[in-house]
């Protein structure tokens, strides 16, 4: 299971103000800025790889991805990517409370 630090720090929707929107763009928002978070969690991960760590990773992905809990998979698996995705969140939110 993701540990508490990934849950506390991954409530990006307490980051946002939405007031005068409907819930699918509120939804559709967050969605967009987790997928930029994560790809870019991924990129910085896999500079950290050689060749074969990053084959069996992207594997690992591709096997994975359409799981309901796929990022707790993932942390577990490879604790220092959850690390890595800390780093991102943790970023975007001192960016945003600026």
């Known amino acids: 299971m993701i540990n508490t630090q990934v849950k506390t720090n991954t409530d990006l929707s307490k980051l946002f103000v939405f007031e005068d929107t409907q819930a699918g763009e509120h939804l559709a928002y967050m969605e967009e800025i987790g997928t930029i978070i994560f790809q870019s969690a991924l990129m910085q991960y896999l500079s950290n790889l050689d060749e074969h760590e990053a084959k069996i990773f992207e594997t690992f992905i591709m096997l994975n991805i359409d799981k309901e809990n796929f990022i707790?998979?993932?942390?577990?698996?490879?604790?220092?990517?959850?690390?890595?995705?800390?780093?991102?969140?943790t970023s975007l939110k001192s960016e945003i409370n600026f």
Not at 72 to 80: F, M, Q
Not at 81 to 86: D, G, I
């Open 72 to 89: 707790e998979l993932l942390c577990k698996e490879y604790s220092n990517f959850e690390e890595v995705l800390v780093e991102e969140i």
